[in-house]
Nanobody, 120 residues
Framework: VQLQASGGGLVQAGGSLKLSCAAS????????MGWFRQAPGKEREFVAA????????YLTDSVQGRFTISRDNAKNTVYLQMNVLKAEDTAVYYC??????????????WGKGTLVTVSS
């Protein structure tokens, strides 16, 4: 499974960004697709996840109501729409393919990170 993340950048607090993660490989549809992030000086943390089928999505509490995860099965792409961004959302964001959401111990594949910087 190969994961190609894009969409990071610099944005002012209160603004929006949309991250994309394109998946490829023969078995990527077997995995839960997720986003993790690592802020400077902090451990990597779970942000959001979605399966390739069904309506279920998973969001960590700190981004509930601000972030939305979605997918386009035709494009094999998962998106993370980030609204009302805060300085504390500044981090390197990683796309991941996992056996289950919530924890990186379930992650089997990582994409390269994309940096999101929120200026206050």
């Amino acid at each position: 499974v190969q994961l190609q993340a894009s969409g990071g950048g610099l944005v002012q607090a209160g603004g929006s960004l949309k991250l994309s993660c394109a998946a490829s490989g023969p078995t990527f549809s077997n995995y839960v697709m997720g986003w993790f992030r690592q802020a400077p000086g902090k451990e990597r943390e779970f942000v959001a996840a979605i399966r390739w089928s069904g309506p279920a999505t998973y969001l960590t509490d700190s981004v509930q109501g601000r972030f939305t995860i979605s997918r386009d099965n035709a494009k094999n792409t998962v998106y993370l729409q980030m609204n009302v961004l805060k300085a504390e959302d500044t981090a390197v964001y990683y796309c991941a393919a996992a056996r289950a959401p919530w924890s990186e111990r379930f992650v089997h594949y990582w994409g390269k990170g994309t940096l999101v910087t929120v200026s206050s």
